[in-house]
């Protein structure tokens, strides 16, 4: 952890000099590049506040915009928390990335940007990963942070939802993270007849569904597998 500091306060510390360098004004520079680079500004200010590090096809995007290379920004360090071109070479290690997104467990969550940041990564042993996530490579898990209470008490507001994001498409009832029109949600789809009931668990939530007219209007993000409270309850 304190590895993974150092390298994100070093790579800001590089991002305002190459930004020195090409001539940026240090007042509106971020803005500016959230702008060239369709980000939000949030998401670029952790790359210069030491918070995050892009991964790589930002990382080489932004690299470019500001007449650097990858590598000089990184210093030779990390994307993601290993060397450029690398991966994990440890054995017995499955490493599942937590997305700096909120899904809404209620009306829906406004998308911001089509571009997610990587705020860190949970480990597991390989053998404990099996139990939980099957033969399904890491790449294809992530975790994203619930918000609401229309799923309760299934999944609760501030759970972490572990979602399968190979799977883009409806394939059995089941809880999905998906965005319809603009809005993020978490909610269970069930199939009924030629349409598709989006539920709330918590029964204070009324149904309502997307068929063919409105099918254009959804895109699934990944199928929920499993959630991890992080409720903290006194003694």
Not at 192 to 199: I, M
């Amino acid at each position: 952890m304190v590895q993974e500091e150092k390298a994100r306060t070093e790579f800001s510390q590089r991002l305002a000099l190459a930004c020195d360098n090409a001539g940026l004004p240090v007042h509106g520079r971020q803005a500016d590049i959230a702008k060239r680079m369709k980000l939000t500004p949030k998401a670029v200010s952790k790359w210069f506040n030491g918070e995050a590090i892009p991964r790589r096809g930002k990382l080489q995007e932004l690299a470019a915009l500001i007449g650097t290379s990858s590598s000089w920004l990184l210093g030779d360090r990390i994307v993601g928390g290993f060397p450029e071109g690398q991966t994990d070479v440890r054995e017995n290690v499955y490493r599942v990335e937590v997305l700096d997104l909120t899904i809404s467990a209620g009306p829906g969550a406004y998308m911001l940007s089509d571009y997610v940041e990587v705020l860190f990564a949970i480990e597991f042993t390989t053998e404990h990963a099996v139990s939980l996530f099957g033969n399904r490579p890491s790449q294809d898990v992530k975790v994203m942070t619930v918000n609401g209470d229309s799923m309760a008490t299934t999944v609760n507001s501030g759970d972490r939802l572990f979602v399968d994001i190979s799977i883009r498409h409806f394939q059995t009832d089941g809880v999905y993270a998906f965005v319809y029109g603009k809005t993020f949600h978490v909610k269970r789809l069930q199939m009924q007849g030629t349409r598709l009931a989006v539920l709330s668990d918590n029964p204070a939530y009324e149904k309502w569904y997307i068929d063919e007219k409105n099918q254009d209007q959804l895109y699934i993000m990944g199928k929920a597998l499993l959630h991890e409270s992080v409720k903290y309850n006194r003694l």
